[in-house]
């Protein structure tokens, strides 16, 4: 082994209370390695078991097992005949920290003290570890900015924070300028700025993770959208051969739209994904500035820092974006499927410039709209807690006890509300049997859910649309406007959406009969989830039918 290698192994293995080798090493749980006797005759006596070299403090005192390796390592530097070889000075460089007690030549400090306002090499700190009058000191790694910890006008430590004028102050200036404001410890203040800033480090990486997920799906339904357009191309190509002639025209037009909106939906899930992304890199680096700013060593620093950060702006999509089972081109294999079967009617009369891309008539029967039933069920991270979901979560039953659901923060907290898991895009049809008071609505997944505000309410906001049902009366409700409704009184209402066409419509069934209520047209941005708002008396219940 050389020299220089056992001296860097002789400090690194050195107990820092008696300065010699580790006779019988202990790690204490700070990670900080003294002889088992030093460390036992430091504690003896105290209240508080403390670290001698970074203070932090133990309870209850800790127990005290022999490092193995630490002893294998002084065993060997034994067996060297080294041991006794006294390790070089070191002392201070240009860019380093200097002991302010060494005369001629300066070693290099290895602590700095706070409450000293001075800094130490290892040889002059060694009263601050066995006597009792420094044991409450604060020491820190080696500073140069120590004077900054010092009170310009008093000259003393600045141990207490005023929160009044958001500043480091001493116990002078607490008494003085800052007499009557609210005053703590900056040890105290930074440890709950420290709480504050683990927790907005917690928000931000759950954040990123969401985001990340968010990405991934967004991908997935970029490879769906493709992998649906590639079928729909090829179904289309089969039977459009069939056709030969007559169905030429036809096999390019149709091929042109189905390209052009694959197209379309991949650039707008293309161009979500690359805001997400720049949204996830600006989150990273919030996180690494803040993760920067945890690890500053002077309070006044950090609490100066701390106080000047810029407030996260919100993000512009919901928590989390959930993707459903995509149809988009099956309409495409759908009507050309008709096609084929009434191959002589259509040509002759009925097949104009319209085709299975364009917007399709709106079903104005029952029959019609059951094509596009879908079975939704209901997310138990939105329900208010006052619901019970059961029967496959398809149905909400308002209780007289809290249900005990984890908190999360897509869930309803003012309102008996619940929205679906599935996100609906395309065209889709469903029905819900109600039991008492009862809105029937869509919405995105980013409406409110915030406590104390009205338009958490569906059809309060203009991110939600609903109809009611009170009093045997229909309203339906959108941006908190509100338009009467006439209409049959059935307890089971049909809900209609085309989502590319911006068509919703609320229809009435008794048996077979679809009994139109009303009709919206608009533009979705973003895919809607079903949902329901089951007024709050006990018993009272909305369910989102499964048809046999």
Known sequence: MAQGGVQLDRETISCSICLDLLKDPVTIPCGHSYCMGCINDHWDGELIYSCPQCRKTF??????????????????LKNTGLQSAPAGPRYAGPEEVACDFCTVRKLRAFRSCLQCVASYCDQHLQPHYVSAAFKKHKLMEPSKKLQENICPRHGEVMKLFCRTDQQCICSLCSVDEHK??????????RTERQRELGESRQNLQQRIQDREKDVKLLQEEADTINCSADTALEDSEEMITQLIRLLEKRRSDVKQQVRSKQDREVRRVREIQ????????DLKRRDAQL?????AEEDHQFLHMYSSLPALSASKYSSSINICPLYYFKDVTAALSEV???????????????DALLPQPEPKTRSGVLKYFREITLDPNTANTWLLLSEGNRKATVTSQNQLYPSHPDRFTDFTQVLSREGLIGRC?????????????V???????????????????????????????????????KIPISGPRPNRIGVYLDHGAGI?????????????????????????????????????????????
């Open 340 to 354: 084929r079967d009434k191959l002589q009617d259509i040509l002759r009369d009925k097949w104009t410039e319209e």
């Open 429 to 441: 049809y469903w029905e819900v049997e109600h039991r008492g008071g009862v809105s029937i609505a």
């Open 180 to 189: 009557d404001h609210d005053t703590v410890s900056a040890a105290a203040e």
């Open 443 to 481: 919405a995105y997944k980013n409406t409110s859910r915030a406590a104390g505000l009205n338009d958490s309410r569906f059809g309060h906001n203009d991110t939600s649309w609903a109809l009611e049902w009170y009093k045997k009366k229909y309203k339906f409700w959108y941006n908190n406007v």
């Open 504 to 548: 919703l419509s609320f229809h009435s069934i008794i048996n077979d009969t679809m009994t139109l209520l009303h009709r919206v047209e608009t533009t979705f941005t973003q895919p809607l989830h079903a949902g329901v708002w089951v007024y709050y008396y006990s018993g009272k219940t909305a369910e989102f039918c499964k048809l046999r």
């Open 274 to 281: 690359e805001e997400l992304e720049q949204e996830i890199r």
């Open 59 to 76: 309870a209850p005192r800790p127990v005290l097992l022999k490092s193995t390796t630490l002893a294998a390592l002084v065993e060997e």
């Open 291 to 295: 993760e920067l700013l945890s690890q």
